[in-house]
């Protein structure tokens, strides 16, 4: 199984939404060490208590 194949199937079993592109507004979780080898965890910003906040993988250029 290639990287790319890897982090679909990791995104699809957590259920998270996949991006190739930072989305405008959102930033990379500092810190956050569970993605898959050729990708970063990101988020929208949001407060944690909000209740607005969403979490996404973001694939590197690396494994495209």
Known sequence: MDELNRIVAFAVK???ELYTD???GWKKIV???TAPYGSVWICNG???FSGKRKKALLVTLTCM
Do not use: R
């Open 14 to 16: 957590k259920d998270v």
């Open 46 to 48: 949001k407060s944690y």
């Open 22 to 24: 930072m989305p405008l």
């Open 31 to 33: 810190g956050a060490m």
